[in-house]
């Protein structure tokens, strides 16, 4: 086994929730850092304070950490439960009332002498977007963005922005507090140890790397579904749909990892220099091309789920053709497919190759299955290998054989994605965090869909909730005689 060496550790710091109280604290981030915890990823000198309005004491919240502990931990280890939550305090204000700063402030000091930390702090963001600007105003405002001898940064929840303007209003605000190698801006999937994977299976592996490019492959398909609805997140849901949601966030982050070339070393910013050119040469859509290129979705009874408009147009299905603009990737499409109340839970990356030349060897009949390679990011954490072999029982025929591999089948679990970046935040390691030119570019791309889809004034088209997603989907790729793969 070989280590990925990875300089930066782990620092002394105090890890400030904002939105302490709800769905994604109680979900994933405590959970997460509870996990660090039991094995050692956290720093001895660390406090972590939750805020919020809806409890009132840190014995209540304490109460409630445990219990998201024990309904969405992958690991839980009562005897070490109480050490963690030592660390663990909550701070009960309202985020508009601007005295409650100064007392957060001396409660953050007071905490800082107690635990060591040396002036560190990371600022959570885990807040609906509207409060993203206000925060960050009153952090700068009582000089809690800037700190001598000590480091401050921010982590900030998706979605950055819901189009290309307020993302620029949005970055210029928060880079006026903080400088950039200090923002982290979230993409949960890139803490996703498959997406990860992408640069060691290319990069570690001359097998395919080496055909890694327009001559030898046919397509790449990125796929990401959901069997769920929108749930209790209508609101928030109508407002920005899957285009927005999905394919300008994870979907072209996932893009990024496949298309880019080799970068000069694995820093931070070696590799998000080479996942920017992607985006900056994504071919351009036109109106005409999206109309023909891009299809548009949603599921059958979405008007009618709560907090949403009942004559809402907001798509949940997004399926696309697109093309990379350059050597590699010359003439090579993309296909790319997200949606909501889809019949299966998964995310994959389908890589087909080109068909071998040397068909006419084996008869005019012969219709000899491409070679595919499947990284598999979730359910099942894996790769998927396809190739043509003879069949030792009946010499005759050539037939497709699968090699196999799935990481966490079999009970195993896998570090969750906020694990990963919790961890890297504390570490200071911006690598799987999206830089402010990648999410500039990607808005740009997304902007061009979602006012051609305005401008044409025509409705997403409607699909069976549990199906595979409109039949135009399967359209867009038959029609270049094609086919979504399915395992
Ligand atoms: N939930 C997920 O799975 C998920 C996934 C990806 C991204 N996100 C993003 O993460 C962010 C948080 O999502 P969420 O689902 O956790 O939202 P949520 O459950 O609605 O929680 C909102 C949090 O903000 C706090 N809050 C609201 N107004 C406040 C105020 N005036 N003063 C102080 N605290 C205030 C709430 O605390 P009180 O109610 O106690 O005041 C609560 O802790 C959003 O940007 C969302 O888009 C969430």
């Given at each position: 086994m070989v280590n990925i060496s990875r300089e930066l550790q782990p620092e002394p710091c105090i890890l400030v929730i904002f939105g302490g109280t709800g769905d994604l604290a109680r979900r994933k981030l405590f959970p997460a850092l509870f996990n660090l915890y039991l094995e050692k990823q956290l720093p001895e000198q660390f406090a972590v304070v939750g805020i919020g309005r809806r409890l009132k004491d840190r014995g209540e919240y304490l109460e409630s950490i445990v219990a998201s502990i024990r309904e969405f931990s992958r690991k839980t280890d009562p005897g070490h439960c109480a050490d963690f939550l030592s660390h663990v305090h909550f701070f009960q204000m309202d985020i508009t009332a601007t005295e409650s700063w100064d007392r957060l402030q001396e409660y953050l000091l007071d905490l800082d002498s107690k635990y060591h930390t040396q002036g560190n702090q990371l600022y959570y963001l885990?807040?609906?977007?509207?409060q993203f600007i206000p925060i960050v105003d009153q952090l700068k405002a009582h000089g809690m963005n800037r700190a001598a001898g000590s480091w401050r940064r921010l982590i900030i929840e998706k979605?950055?922005?819901?189009?290309l303007t307020s993302a620029r209003q949005l970055n210029r605000k928060i880079t006026g507090a903080f400088s950039e190698s200090d923002i982290f801006r979230i993409d949960?999937?890139?803490?996703k140890g498959m997406l990860q994977n992408i640069l060691v299976i290319r990069f570690a592996n001359s097998v395919f790397e080496d055909v890694w490019n327009y001559k030898y492959i046919d397509h790449v398909q990125i796929r990401a579904s959901e069997m769920v609805g929108v749930e209790d997140r209508g609101a928030y849901y109508d407002q920005t749909g899957a285009l927005r949601d999905?394919?300008?966030?994870h979907l072209l982050q996932s893009l990024t990892l496949i298309a880019m070339e080799p970068p000069v070393n694995l820093s931070a910013e070696a590799i998000r220099d080479e996942k920017v050119k992607v985006i900056r040469s994504l071919a351009p859509l036109t109106p005409e091309l999206v109309r023909k290129q891009v299809v548009r979705g949603q599921y059958a009874g979405y008007r009618q789920e709560k907090d949403v408009n009942p004559n809402s147009k907001t798509e949940t299905f997004v399926a696309m053709k697109l093309y990379i603009n350059n050597f590699r990737w010359a003439g090579v499409p993309f296909y790319l497919k997200t949606g909501k109340k889809l019949a299966e839970r998964s995310m994959e990356v389908v890589v087909q190759f080109k068909k071998p030349p040397g068909v006419h060897y084996f008869g005019p009949e012969t219709q000899l299955d491409p070679n595919l390679l499947v990284i598999k990011v979730q359910p099942e954490e894996g790769v998927f290998f396809r190739f043509n072999l003879k069949n030792l029982d009946s010499p005759e025929q050539i037939q497709p054989v699968e090699m196999d591999f799935c990481h966490?089948?079999?009970?195993k679990t896998s570090p969750e994605a906020y694990e990963r970046l919790l961890h890297d935040a504390i570490s200071g390691d911006s690598t799987l965090f999206t830089r402010w030119d990648e999410v500039e570019y990607s808005w740009r791309f997304v902007d061009t869909i979602a006012e051609a889809w305005q401008n044409s004034g025509e409705e997403p088209v409607i699909y069976p909730a549990g199906?595979?997603?409109?039949a135009e989907a399967s359209e867009l790729i038959k029609r270049d005689g094609r086919k979504w793969v399915r395992l």
């Open positions: 885990s807040v609906a977007p509207q979605p950055f922005g819901k189009d949960h999937y890139l803490g999905m394919v300008q966030s966490n089948c079999g009970g199906s595979w997603g409109p």
